[in-house]
């Protein structure tokens, strides 16, 4: 049973610069979030995906987006990026939008210098 | 008001100890309250979920004080194996996202 994947592990980019995290749920669950993890905080929640559209939305800029594709797998893509968008960010599975049981993956450490 | 706070210690306690982290929420529509164990550089794994009648499991004992809004996790004969940062997390029900503390980060020396 294949728990919560993510791609890159890790990855550096130049403020400015575009980048796109990747996630394939746990298999059987059809709703994806993503959390940004900053160094010594808590996950904070940028949005969540369920049947390929956002339902829900942290407080994050637009430069924030993201996609889900048929497969349940999802996106989340950085504009524009900014030294502060340096973080760990988290990709949650879980079986409806209840929240409930979320499952984390590794995470995609990124750094912007 | 942060939504979620935690000391953050970090806790530096012999192996054996018994240790206590707090917590307090500030929205009382809270519904389900959870711990999350994180290991250093991994994410975050659900450690227990809170119950309003207070749960445990094994060495674990959450408890929820919803008068009071606070939730606690009692780790008792604490092992190396323990060391990590605990999560407390509060979601208000329904579709609405999990809230997530800075975390208690806790060492058990041998």
């Known amino acids: 049973d294949a728990g919560v994947t993510q791609s890159p592990t890790h990855l550096i980019k130049t403020r400015g610069q575009q980048v796109t995290l990747r996630c394939s749920p746990k298999?059987?669950?059809?709703?994806v979030s993503w959390y940004q993890q900053a160094l010594g905080q808590g996950p904070q929640f940028i949005f969540q995906?369920?049947?390929?559209?956002?339902?829900q939305r942290g407080n994050f800029p637009d430069r924030f987006s993201g996609h889900q594709f048929p497969n349940y797998s999802s996106e989340l893509n950085v504009n524009a990026l900014l030294l502060g968008d340096s973080a760990l960010y988290l990709c949650?599975?879980?079986?409806?939008?209840?929240?409930?049981?979320?499952?984390f993956g590794p995470g995609t450490r990124l750094t912007v210098t | 008001r942060k939504e979620v706070e935690q000391d953050p210690g970090p806790f530096n306690v012999p192996e054996g100890a018994t240790v206590a982290f707090n917590c307090t929420y500030s929205?009382?529509?809270?519904?389900?309250f959870f711990w999350y164990r994180q290991d250093c550089r991994k994410e975050p794994k659900l450690l227990m979920s809170?119950?309003?009648s207070g749960n445990e499991d094994g060495r674990f004992t959450a408890q929820l004080n919803r008068a009071s809004q606070y939730i606690s996790l009692l780790i008792r004969d604490s092992k190396l194996s323990d060391s990590a940062t605990y999560l407390c997390?509060?979601?208000?029900?329904?579709?609405?996202?999990?809230?997530f503390g800075k975390g208690t980060r806790l060492s058990v020396i041998a």
């Open positions: 949650a599975s879980s079986l409806g939008t209840q929240n409930y049981e979320q499952y």
């Open positions: 997390v509060v979601n208000i029900g329904g579709n609405t996202p999990l809230v």
């Open positions: 929205n009382s529509a809270s519904q389900s």
């Open positions: 298999s059987g669950h059809d709703t």
């Open positions: 809170v119950y309003s």
């Open positions: 995906y369920y049947e390929e559209e956002e339902r």
